[in-house]
């Protein structure tokens, strides 16, 4: 129910634009954010948006990146500037959706879209 594209490979101090789409019959989706896992690190969040566009950024991110999100269309994006060869990495897209005002919202994965940043 979460379709992530945009992964590829770049050169370093290259941009690359992650997308991710959210598909079913949602009440409503909350936050949503990215995610990475990099060789030998576990998986971290990279940033998060909140349904009314609040943002947050993980320290490491240094203004490099910048999430948003269209709710009408219920996708996410998450703009990535100046890569690095550390931001290589499996980058994965988190939404907390319920489906109808009576239930608690639950957490979905979309899969991962490989990011090589080459230096």
């Known amino acids: 129910q979460l379709q992530a594209s945009g992964g590829g490979l770049v050169q370093a101090g290259g941009s690359l634009t992650l997308s991710c789409t959210v598909s079913?019959?949602?009440?409503?989706?909350?936050?949503m954010a990215w995610y990475r896992q990099v060789p030998g690190k576990e998986r971290e969040e990279v940033a998060r948006i909140t349904s009314s566009s609040d943002t947050t950024y993980a320290d490491f991110v240094t203004s490099r990146f910048i999430i948003s999100r269209d709710n009408a269309k219920n996708t996410a994006s998450l703009q990535m500037n100046s890569l690095k060869s550390e931001d290589t990495g499996v980058y994965s897209c988190?939404?907390?959706?319920?489906?109808?005002?009576?239930?608690?919202?639950?957490?979905?994965w979309g899969q991962g879209t490989l990011v090589t940043v080459s230096s």
């Open positions: 988190y939404a907390a959706a319920k489906m109808s005002p009576l239930l608690r919202p639950r957490d979905y």
């Open positions: 079913g019959s949602f009440y409503r989706v909350s936050a």
